[in-house]
Protein backbone atom coordinates (compact mmCIF):
# COMPACT_ATOMS: atom_id res chain seq x y z
CA UNK A 1 0.00 0.00 0.00
CA UNK A 2 1.26 3.27 -0.78
CA UNK A 3 0.41 6.57 1.04
CA UNK A 4 0.33 9.92 0.03
CA UNK A 5 0.83 13.40 2.16
CA UNK A 6 0.22 16.54 0.85
CA UNK A 7 1.14 20.04 2.48
CA UNK A 8 1.61 23.09 1.63
CA UNK A 9 -1.66 24.82 1.08
CA UNK A 10 -3.13 28.34 2.47
CA UNK A 11 -3.98 31.76 2.11
CA UNK A 12 -1.86 34.47 -0.17
CA UNK A 13 -2.40 37.73 -1.99
CA UNK A 14 -3.05 37.79 -5.73
CA UNK A 15 0.60 37.63 -7.18
CA UNK A 16 1.41 35.98 -4.05
CA UNK A 17 3.28 31.88 -4.23
CA UNK A 18 2.79 28.93 -2.56
CA UNK A 19 5.15 25.48 -3.13
CA UNK A 20 2.58 22.59 -2.82
CA UNK A 21 4.68 19.29 -1.82
CA UNK A 22 3.20 15.72 -2.56
CA UNK A 23 5.43 12.73 -0.43
CA UNK A 24 4.45 9.13 -1.01
CA UNK A 25 5.45 6.53 1.50
CA UNK A 26 5.21 2.66 1.27
CA UNK A 27 5.40 -0.08 -0.72
CA UNK A 28 7.42 1.97 -3.30
CA UNK A 29 9.39 0.55 -6.12
CA UNK A 30 9.16 3.18 -8.72
CA UNK A 31 6.73 6.39 -9.20
CA UNK A 32 5.96 6.61 -12.55
CA UNK A 33 3.87 9.70 -14.15
CA UNK A 34 2.49 12.42 -12.18
CA UNK A 35 0.22 14.92 -11.68
CA UNK A 36 -1.63 17.86 -9.84
CA UNK A 37 -5.39 18.25 -10.39
CA UNK A 38 -7.48 20.50 -8.53
CA UNK A 39 -11.39 20.98 -7.95
CA UNK A 40 -13.31 24.41 -7.17
CA UNK A 41 -16.34 24.44 -5.18
CA UNK A 42 -19.50 23.38 -7.84
CA UNK A 43 -16.73 22.46 -10.72
CA UNK A 44 -15.05 19.26 -11.91
CA UNK A 45 -11.65 18.04 -10.30
CA UNK A 46 -9.47 20.11 -13.50
CA UNK A 47 -6.24 18.77 -14.66
CA UNK A 48 -3.42 21.24 -13.67
CA UNK A 49 0.30 19.91 -14.53
CA UNK A 50 1.70 16.61 -15.34
CA UNK A 51 5.45 15.08 -15.51
CA UNK A 52 6.35 11.87 -16.94
CA UNK A 53 9.30 9.97 -15.04
CA UNK A 54 11.35 10.88 -18.04
CA UNK A 55 11.11 14.45 -16.97
CA UNK A 56 8.18 15.58 -19.79
CA UNK A 57 5.87 18.15 -18.22
CA UNK A 58 2.59 19.33 -19.42
CA UNK A 59 0.29 22.17 -18.33
CA UNK A 60 -2.95 23.56 -18.75
CA UNK A 61 -2.82 26.96 -20.51
CA UNK A 62 -4.68 28.26 -17.50
CA UNK A 63 -1.36 28.18 -15.45
CA UNK A 64 1.35 28.10 -17.96
CA UNK A 65 4.35 29.99 -17.09
CA UNK A 66 3.22 30.58 -13.70
CA UNK A 67 3.00 26.71 -12.12
CA UNK A 68 6.08 24.55 -12.33
CA UNK A 69 5.65 20.09 -11.40
CA UNK A 70 8.57 18.82 -10.21
CA UNK A 71 9.71 15.53 -8.60
CA UNK A 72 12.70 14.51 -6.29
CA UNK A 73 12.64 10.39 -6.73
CA UNK A 74 15.15 10.19 -4.36
CA UNK A 75 12.53 11.84 -1.36
CA UNK A 76 9.48 10.37 -3.47
CA UNK A 77 8.10 13.71 -3.40
CA UNK A 78 6.37 15.50 -6.13
CA UNK A 79 5.81 19.55 -6.03
CA UNK A 80 3.80 22.01 -7.76
CA UNK A 81 5.63 25.78 -7.71
CA UNK A 82 2.78 28.20 -7.60
CA UNK A 83 3.71 31.69 -8.57
CA UNK A 84 1.69 35.16 -9.76
CA UNK A 85 -1.27 33.33 -8.27
CA UNK A 86 -4.74 34.59 -8.79
CA UNK A 87 -8.54 34.38 -7.18
CA UNK A 88 -9.46 31.84 -10.31
CA UNK A 89 -6.56 29.76 -8.88
CA UNK A 90 -8.90 29.31 -5.49
CA UNK A 91 -9.35 25.66 -4.90
CA UNK A 92 -8.50 22.46 -3.62
CA UNK A 93 -5.40 21.00 -5.43
CA UNK A 94 -4.73 17.18 -5.54
CA UNK A 95 -1.90 15.43 -6.36
CA UNK A 96 -2.14 12.39 -8.40
CA UNK A 97 0.66 9.38 -9.03
CA UNK A 98 1.09 6.28 -10.95
CA UNK A 99 3.16 3.95 -8.39
CA UNK A 100 4.82 0.43 -9.45
CA UNK A 101 5.17 -1.43 -5.68
CA UNK A 102 7.33 -4.77 -5.73
CA UNK A 103 5.86 -7.71 -7.05
CA UNK A 104 2.53 -5.33 -8.05
CA UNK A 105 1.43 -4.03 -10.89
CA UNK A 106 1.06 -0.12 -11.26
CA UNK A 107 -1.64 1.62 -9.49
CA UNK A 108 -2.61 4.89 -9.30
CA UNK A 109 -2.84 7.03 -5.96
CA UNK A 110 -4.53 10.36 -4.98
CA UNK A 111 -3.24 12.93 -2.32
CA UNK A 112 -6.03 13.73 0.05
CA UNK A 113 -6.44 17.52 -0.99
CA UNK A 114 -4.73 20.45 0.52
CA UNK A 115 -6.51 24.15 0.07
CA UNK A 116 -5.31 27.08 -1.34
CA UNK A 117 -7.21 30.49 -1.28
CA UNK A 118 -5.92 33.35 -3.17
CA UNK A 119 -7.78 36.66 -1.73
CA UNK A 120 -6.99 40.02 -0.57
Known amino acids: QVQLVESGGGLVQPGGSLRLSCAAS????????VGWYRQSPGKQREFIAT???????NYTDSVKGRFTISRDNAKNTVYLQMNSLKPEDTAVYYC??????????????WGQGTQVTVSS
Open 96 to 109: HLFVAARGWPQQDY
Open 26 to 33: GNIFRINA
Open 51 to 57: ATSGGIT
